[in-house]
């Protein structure tokens, strides 16, 4: 496919996801089912395109005088992919599998200057998150926001129980892979422009191997900040699919014990796999069954919580979630996630540490949640988030947020990496 059938696919991936209220992911797959003639290299672009427009969709749509999926795909191939109206209309004029040339007013509006828009849309976010964003980052909510509206990198955590980061760095070699920006496992593959593809590494023998794992730089820095240690008891309280499991356990040296667990099982299920060819012996996996964790209660060095959030913190990954979330469903996670707090409390031994850890830079989750926690649970005390970054990351060139009540807030803008927020409290010993 050239580029114009291309931009008519992503034009039609777009409207289908509308109509249909469908993920993006799916909307892809069911469009490659139904036009098996597109090789990878087209799947790749067009996806490349819809997510483009997806991301940034208000500041598109404002520039565009129209949030038509056509509207959007063109505007991003003009702003973003640097193409010019004129070579879009030789190449339309040129396919018969090609959209519309462009009119004179769409030329108009690409070529034209940007009218001014409310914050909000610079930032492409929703109207009402303002607020919050304002109260998270400050001043620079909107420069925080439109970091958050960019391509996210392919990062990867090299496994220290079977590999290093020097040794999957030549191992990926080909693919141009580099240091990651906060910890010293960590690998990242920069986000590319335009038709890129991102490599899939998962095929690559190293990954086979066990010598590392796909986990953004944010997913890895706090499953560090966690401070697991050698020896401890550690519960994974919301575990998912183990990747914060797993890092501990290369943390520990596969000394001491961690026990995940998930309320969800479908979610558990990738993780026996993981451990296995990870190499890791100290993870026990404590699937959803009633008193599936009595045994562990008050006995725990350490309870760590990925709660269950609205995943703010990962928008440029997947940007329909910005577009569809409301300010019910923000509370209904905040509700959720102090239920999970206020349980945790019974396995946290005295002298323990409760780590609180969600992808989303939203205050109601993180310091109003980290607030409210030590108010009804007097006998922790807040870890200082400073404290906590510089006794792990002192020598790094990233800079995160740290809150009055302890939290640490990282970014695309401030550290590199998704959006996360992590709080630690730890329990008077007795």
């Known amino acids: 496919m050239r580029l114009p059938g291309r931009i008519a696919a992503a034009i039609e991936i777009l409207a289908d996801i509308e109509a249909r209220k469908r993920p993006v992911a799916e909307a892809l797959k069911a469009w490659g089912l139904n036009n098996r003639f597109a090789g990878a290299g087209d799947r790749a672009a067009i996806g490349n395109l819809v997510y483009d427009a997806l991301r940034r969709k208000a500041s598109h749509a404002a520039a565009m005088g129209s949030d038509a999926p056509r509207a959007l795909v063109l505007s991003v191939v003009v702003r973003e992919w640097a193409l010019t109206p004129e070579a879009l209309n030789d190449a339309f004029a040129a396919d018969s599998h090609a959209p519309e040339i462009l009119s004179v007013e769409e030329i108009e509006r690409l070529v034209g200057d940007v009218p001014a828009a409310p914050d909000h849309v610079r930032a492409d976010v929703p109207e009402w998150t303002a607020a919050a964003l304002a109260e998270s980052f400050g001043e620079t909510w909107v420069a925080e926001a439109q970091a958050m509206a960019g391509r996210p990198p392919l990062d990867l955590r090299a496994n220290a129980l079977k590999s290093s980061r020097d040794k999957v760095l030549k191992s990926l070699a080909r693919f141009n892979p580099e240091a990651g920006p906060v910890t010293p496992d960590g690998v990242r593959l ?203 990351f002192a020598g790094g060139a990233a800079r995160a947020r740290f809150s009055p009540e302890g939290g640490i807030l990282l970014s695309p803008l401030s550290t590199g990496t998704d959006g996360f927020y992590l709080f630690m409290a730890q329990r008077a010993a007795g």
Request: hydrophobic content about 40%; aromatic content about 6%.
């Open 190 to 392: 920069a986000a590319g422009n335009g038709d890129s593809r991102t490599p899939n590494v998962q095929t690559d023998e190293g990954y086979l191997k066990g010598w590392f794992e796909v986990q953004d730089q944010g997913s890895q820095a706090v499953a560090t900040l966690a401070g697991a240690r050698p020896g401890e008891q550690v519960l994974d309280l919301c575990a998912g699919a183990g990747g914060k499991s797993l890092a501990m356990a290369a943390a520990m040296g596969n000394k001491g014990q961690i026990f995940a667990y998930d309320s969800d099982r479908s979610r558990l299920a990738p993780i026996y796999d993981r451990l296995k060819r990870s190499g890791v012996r100290n993870v026990q996996v404590r699937p959803p069954e009633p008193g599936a964790l009595d045994d562990l209660i008050g006995k725990m060095d350490r309870v760590v919580i990925d709660a269950p959030c609205t995943g703010t913190g990962t928008w440029r990954r997947q940007p329909t979630a910005k577009w569809k979330l409301t300010p019910e469903q923000v509370a209904t996670r905040v509700d959720e996630q102090r239920a999970i707090l206020d349980q945790a409390v019974a396995f946290v031994k005295p002298g323990g540490a409760l780590v609180y850890i969600t992808c989303s830079v939203l205050p109601d989750e993180n310091a109003h949640q980290a607030k409210a926690f030590l108010e009804r649970h007097p006998d922790f005390a807040a870890v200082p988030g400073n404290t906590l970054w510089m006794k792990h």
